[in-house]
């Protein structure tokens, strides 16, 4: 998941056997980006080695939804640009946003500690419940270790034994919390910026606790509804995707082969990312959320309360980085900067991007992880040239 253990009616225009791009009604070639220039983008992703990429780009209402690629290997069909993937920790920003309508409830407060709801929880080999505020939590400032780092899920998540042996199993959160806290914390509560899924393992049993239900059922009553996000849900335990899909691919070593990762039961994942999506939901709930239909104007300020993303291999992927409440600002190109969280799972990498204001966005997902960041680095260009050029009409 993003930068940890791994790093309806529309013309339909077949480019070939391998790509094909969506165009739907609107002129965003007006607004400085157009679909010719779409396609070339996309293109540029494969031309890394992904075997196939979707996306949805809409600029000021109009839409464009493209694919590049193949969705299997094998058959060598070609990506459907409206497939549902794993979208990895961009689940976090849907988990935060439900926390923050919560304490605009007053049924929390972020400066709540994590004994308060969770006691007992996290205690012992140096952690403190106590000295841990939710709001911590939410930006990765807590010092709690990364579970997905520990020597265990990095044979289950960096190996192709390790993930035939365990792609089936169940694990609970209260086990994955237990895994992180076996590793020392990284730093006193407060006092540093590491990215950690433990810590939204924990978010979502505090939704669990504060409301009686799962964090995905809340995720579902409070964004995905509301929103008419009806092709976004919580897989729980069930291994694969609907169709369509593009089958997600790994490479594990340098230089190694692709290895199919689309199955797997993803209870490894829980409230830090184990969301299946698609394109157009993606888009809709990230315009929603920069035009503050899901939060009032004292949770959208929490929510953009940033602090540097002082990791070296991050900054050096995306420099000037900086992290909200389960949200990212990342600094354009041509001054200024966007909304958004990636994803990265087995296999799949989902690259977002929102202005500032709503009215822009760009949504991919990318069905292979590969050892190099030529990919993701080839994506965030997408984003970026996509969303300046709305910018500066």
């Known amino acids: 998941m993003w930068w940890t253990t791994l790093v309806t009616a529309v013309a339909l225009c077949l480019v070939g056997a391998e790509g094909a791009v969506a165009q739907v009604a609107g002129t965003p070639h007006r607004l400085g980006y157009s679909y010719a220039q779409f396609q070339r983008d996309l293109q540029a992703i494969t031309a890394t080695g992904v075997t196939g990429v979707l996306g949805e780009v809409t600029l000021a209402g109009h839409r464009m939804i493209g694919a590049h690629g193949v969705a299997d290997i094998v058959t060598r069909r070609p990506v459907n640009p409206y497939g549902y993937f794993r979208i990895g920790s961009t689940t976090k920003t849907l988990v935060s946003v439900v926390l923050l309508q919560l304490a605009e409830e007053g049924r929390i407060s972020l400066e709540d500690s994590v004994e308060e709801w969770l006691p007992g929880m996290v205690s012992g080999n140096g952690y403190d419940g106590a000295a841990i505020t939710i709001r911590h ?35 609970t959160p209260e086990e994955l919390v237990a895994l992180g806290l076996s590793e020392p914390p990284d730093f006193p509560p407060g006092t540093g910026w590491h990215y950690s899924n433990t810590n939204f393992v924990l978010a979502g049993l505090i939704i669990e606790r504060v409301t009686g239900r799962s ?6 009553t409070r964004i995905l509804q509301p929103l008419g996000m009806r092709h976004t849900f919580d897989p729980g335990t069930r291994p694969g995707l609907p169709h369509p899909h593009a089958r997600g691919y790994q490479q594990f ?52 309360d ?6 070296p291999e991050l900054q050096q992927v995306m420099p000037g980085a900086r992290y909200g409440l389960g949200i990212i600002w990342q600094p354009f190109s041509c001054g200024g900067g966007y ?44 984003v970026d040239r996509a969303l300046c050029a709305a910018q500066r009409r």
Do not use: C, K
């Open 215 to 220: 964090w995905s059922q809340e995720v579902r």
């Open 253 to 304: 070593t340098e230089d190694g082969p692709l290895v199919d990762t689309t199955l797997g039961n993803y209870s490894w994942a829980h409230a830090a990312g184990a969301l299946i999506s698609t394109a157009g939901d993606l888009g809709r709930f990230w315009r929603a959320l920069e035009r503050g239909e899901l939060l009032g104007p004292v949770g959208m300020a929490q929510l953009h």
């Open 306 to 311: 940033t602090v540097l993303a002082d990791d």
């Open 339 to 382: 909304w958004e969280h990636g994803g990265d799972t087995l296999g799949y990498a989902t690259v977002t991007g929102v202005s500032e204001d709503g009215r822009h966005s760009v949504v991919l997902s990318l069905s292979t992880q590969l050892i190099s960041f030529d990919a993701h680095l080839a994506a965030m260009r997408l």
């Open 137 to 171: 939590l939410l930006q990765h400032t807590s010092g709690i270790h990364n579970y997905t780092e520990t020597e265990q899920m990095t044979d289950q998540l960096g190996s192709v034994e390790g993930y035939y042996r365990t792609r089936f199993n169940s694990v």
